[in-house]
């Protein structure tokens, strides 16, 4: 919030970095995604200023001038309660847009699990790069949730559909370990 209360502060980012090689403004770029920076055009970033921006800001003004880029800094608030709800909407979509894609690599690991069940494969192996993609789940909700500062309307969902994530891979497990107890059993 702002000293007055009247709605969020931002900070705007103006980077200017040469045109090559190009590999120092997709490095920026790159930088300011992942933390969930909002482009609003070419080389000007916005992200509400609030502590769990800062790191990515940090390191994408660390990169630009690195490249013998120059950033400028604002700080920013709308001048009216639509601008401020107009950019806080701008930013809640992007993260909307974040939880979705989250939403369908959850279907994924889901799908993946039920065809390793449905074609019996109950190895350690396989429950093992299971349980790596359930963790690289895990981290991605977590930054998702740092950076959703607004609450997309689709975090309720990404939380249920995480637990049910938990759940699956937590019946595999079951499955693999009996499969595998089973096997020692029967072995001479």
């Not at 000293?3 to 969020?8: L, R």
């Not at 509400?48 to 950033?71: H, K, M, N, S």
């Not at 997309?152 to 637990?163: D, H, V």
């Amino acid at each position: 919030m702002t000293s007055n209360g009247t709605g969020v502060r931002w900070l705007v980012l103006v980077i200017k970095l040469p045109a090559d090689p190009s590999r120092h403004r997709v490095a920026v770029w790159r930088e300011l995604r992942k933390v969930g920076a909002l482009s609003l055009g070419q080389g000007i970033w916005a992200v509400p200023d609030v502590p769990v921006f800062a790191d990515g800001v940090r390191r994408a003004i660390e990169l630009t001038e690195r490249a013998e880029g120059q950033t400028v800094a604002l700080h920013a608030s709308g001048r009216s309660a639509e601008d401020e709800a107009r950019f806080e909407a701008m930013f809640t979509s992007a993260r909307s847009e974040d939880w979705t894609e989250f939403l369908a690599d959850c279907g994924k690991f889901e799908e993946e699990i039920a065809k390793e069940i449905r074609t019996a494969k109950f190895t350690l192996a396989e429950l093992e790069e299971e349980e790596q993609s359930l963790e690289r789940l895990r981290r991605w909700y977590r930054d998702l949730t740092a950076r959703d500062v607004f609450g997309a309307p689709q975090a309720a969902e990404a939380a249920e559909r995480l637990k049910r994530c938990v759940a699956v891979c937590e019946d595999y497990a079951e499955r693999v370990f009996t499969a595998l107890h089973q096997a020692e059993a029967g072995d001479p």
